[in-house]
């Protein structure tokens, strides 16, 4: 009996759908049933730090497919404060972001990406 590998790489988050075509030695040729696999797209393992911060805060975050990231950065009344999108790849993802003007305070970074999202609070002191 002979084994049969593939790897899907650069799979996007959502439903897809899979079957073999085998072709037997002697020309014969059958198809496998189809196989329904749904990938769900993650950002996880969040982490900032140092927190307090006073002029660099990093951010690193775990992303289950390669793709853009949207970071956001609010106060703690509400008012969106700075906004940018980032690439991210799969797996570890490193920014450093620059906090040196935003005033001594609470606030809250928003990463959306791969059809999910996360809030971090972080503190910003003199």
């Known amino acids: 009996m002979l084994s049969y590998d593939f790897q899907h790489s650069d799979v996007t988050a959502g439903d897809h759908y899979y079957r073999l075509r085998q072709t037997d030695f002697d020309g014969q040729e059958s198809v496998s049933e189809i196989i329904h696999v749904y990938v769900t797209a993650t950002i996880s393992a969040t982490e900032l730090y140092p927190n307090p911060v006073k002029d660099q805060l990093q951010l690193r975050f775990i992303s289950s497919l390669s793709g853009d990231a949207t970071l956001t950065i609010t106060a703690i009344n509400g008012q ?15 920014y ?3 906090t040196a003007s935003l005033t001594p305070g609470i606030y809250f ?18």
């Open 96 to 98: 450093n972001l620059n």
């Open 109 to 126: 970074l928003r990463i959306n990406g791969n059809a999910s999202s996360n809030t971090l609070r972080f503190v910003v002191q003199e």
């Open 80 to 94: 969106e404060i700075a906004n940018s999108t980032v690439s991210s790849l799969e797996g570890i993802n490193t």
